[in-house]
């Protein structure tokens, strides 16, 4: 069974840097995603980017693209969330998680299709 941990979390200033780490232990799914959603304050979570476990395609919501870079380690047990030019609408708890079935690219925003979760990490960030 797969256990996701995430770290990296913390308090920026906005306009500043940060990059999340997702931690898997055990085998994940080849044809399935590593991805990353957020929940900011009082609203619902939300898709922000994910990752192939397959071939290493990557996505993200619109809200972060040319800000955001999620990747993964060579030995693909770590996936990052690279977090530039933050802004404070960027706070929020931010969780990784994978599935224990396969995912379609066309759903992998879906987060009902995902059944593990880390715990979270909080990114705060000041304006």
């Known amino acids: 069974q797969v256990q996701l941990v995430e770290s990296g979390g913390g308090l920026v200033q906005a306009g500043d840097s940060l990059r999340l780490s997702c931690a898997a232990s055990?085998?994940?799914?080849?044809?399935?995603?590593m991805s990353w959603f957020r929940q900011p304050p009082g609203k619902s979570r939300e898709f922000v980017a994910a990752i192939s476990l397959n071939g290493g395609n990557t996505y993200s919501a619109d809200s972060v693209k040319g800000r955001f870079t999620i990747s993964r380690d060579s030995a693909e047990n770590t996936v990052y969330l690279q977090m530039n030019s933050l802004k404070p609408e960027d706070t929020a708890v931010y969780y990784c998680a994978t599935s224990s079935g396969p995912i379609s690219r066309l759903v992998v925003a879906h987060q009902r299709l995902y059944d593990i979760w880390g715990q979270g990490t909080q990114v705060t960030v000041s304006s």
């Open positions: 055990g085998r994940t799914l080849r044809h399935s995603f």
